[in-house]
T-cell receptor, first 113, second 113 residues
Framework: DAKTTQPPSMDCAEGRAANLPCNHS???????VYWYRQIHSQGPQYIIH???NNETNEMASLIITEDRKSSTLILPHATLRDTAVYYC??????????????FGQGTTLQVKP | DVKVTQSSRYLVKRTGEKVFLECVQD?????MFWYRQDPGLGLRLIYF???????EKGDIPEGYSVSREKKERFSLILESASTNQTSMYLC????????????FGAGTRLSVL
């Protein structure tokens, strides 16, 4: 699976957009970008994933560059409850995929009042 | 909502004890996973299972075994607990196929004294 690089930590003001970057320059054509987050003392939680088009759901938006070498997770209106470690993961998808994930160190997002 | 339930949030055991960590999921998922999480090392995959009675080693299987007798239940076994197995243990499940989102339990914090 392709490796990812994320900044170790970021701050964001409550109510503002949080933009979390991820570099994945060695991503392969069949690999998707997944984002999970882990709030303190809880298990990781799925946020969003995509291949090459931008994606949006009720939690966040995912912007993937045209060359697919980097992406940005956007939390449009960050709240204190969004304080967590955010993990960017790339892996293949497909009907035979069992879903194995390789977690890096992630980005610790601190949302401040 | 998908629910992944781990039998204990906190567990304290003695060195040399046999320890069972239980995980149950209620979404008929084919795949189940056991991870451990340690400061500075992130989440590491111990074992996973893609079907009843099937198992595959993850990145750090030494000192652990698993059992999957029923589709909804995946057990992690520490045959003879050691202090270096003190950790947070996380169980997850996923459905094989496109998307393949992993859903995590709340975790079991195991202390081996």
């Amino acid at each position: 699976d392709a490796k990812t690089t994320q900044p170790p930590s970021m701050d964001c003001a409550e109510g503002r957009a949080a933009n979390l970057p991820c570099n994945h320059s060695t991503i392969s054509g069949n690999e998707y970008v997944y984002w999970y987050r882990q709030i303190h003392s809880q298990g990781p939680q799925y946020i969003i994933h995509g291949l090459k088009n931008n994606e949006t759901n009720e939690m966040a938006s995912l912007i993937i560059t045209e060359d697919r070498k980097s992406s940005t997770l956007i939390l449009p209106h960050a709240t204190l409850r969004d304080t967590a470690v955010y993990y960017c993961i790339v892996r293949p998808d497909g009907s035979s995929n069992t879903g194995k994930l390789i977690f890096g160190q992630g980005t610790t997002l601190q949302v401040k009042p | 909502d998908v629910k992944v339930t781990q039998s204990s949030r906190y567990l304290v055991k003695r060195t040399g004890e046999k320890v069972f960590l239980e995980c149950v999921q209620d979404m008929d998922h084919e795949n189940m996973f056991w991870y451990r999480q340690d400061p500075g090392l992130g989440l590491r995959l111990i074992y996973f299972s893609y079907d009843v009675k099937m198992k595959e080693k993850g990145d750090i299987p030494e000192g652990y075994s698993v059992s999957r007798e029923k589709k909804e239940r995946f057990s992690l076994i520490l045959e003879s607990a050691s202090t270096n197995q003190t950790s947070m243990y996380l169980c997850a499940s996923s459905r094989t196929g496109l998307g393949n989102i992993q859903y995590f339990g709340a975790g079991t914090r195991l202390s081996v004294l």
